[in-house]
């Protein structure tokens, strides 16, 4: 392949070519209907259906049943295994998990998200950790090896 420069660059196919302009004689090919057909509900002006409309067919999203309940009230926290703060401990010898700390590890993705703290995994060594919530078991785990269980705000 040759070597891009000024002297050989191209456009991309189809950057090049004109709009469509509808309505402007015969001769376009998209004169008289202006791509709209003969007759019918989408040749007239101001036609516009809603979305999910089947011409007049019950639609898709009316037929199927509604299922369930969605609570507007709802918290979502972002977990964090204790499994994961040893393997931490272990690699880094960090003994204080502040949600700063938490954030720059990766161990929560999104930045202003709540925390929860599970017991999954054992945890060896005291460390200090601050989240917004934890399990009851969590907490015993973490006061049992020696380290704090902070709760914010």
């Known amino acids: 392949m040759a070597i891009r420069n000024l002297s050989n660059l191209r456009a991309p196919k189809k950057a090049n070519e ?35 409309f089947e011409g007049g067919q019950m639609p898709l999203h009316r037929r199927l049943p509604k299922r369930g309940f969605t609570n507007i009230f709802r918290v979502e926290y972002q977990v964090l295994g204790l499994d994961r703060v040893a393997e931490i401990v272990a690699a880094e010898n960090v003994s204080e998990f502040t949600l700063e700390k938490i954030i720059d590890l990766g161990l929560l ?21 601050h989240a917004h919530k934890f399990s009851k078991t969590a907490q015993e785990a973490i006061e049992k090896a020696g380290g704090k269980a902070i709760l914010i705000g």
């Open 109 to 129: 993705r999104k930045k202003g998200a709540l925390l929860k703290v599970l017991n999954n995994g054992e945890i060896k060594t005291a460390v200090t950790i």
């Open 18 to 52: 004109n709009k469509k302009r509808v309505g402007r004689g015969m001769g376009s090919g998209m004169g008289k209907t202006s791509t709209r057909g003969h007759k019918g509900q989408g040749s007239r002006s101001g036609s516009s259906l809603m979305r999910g």
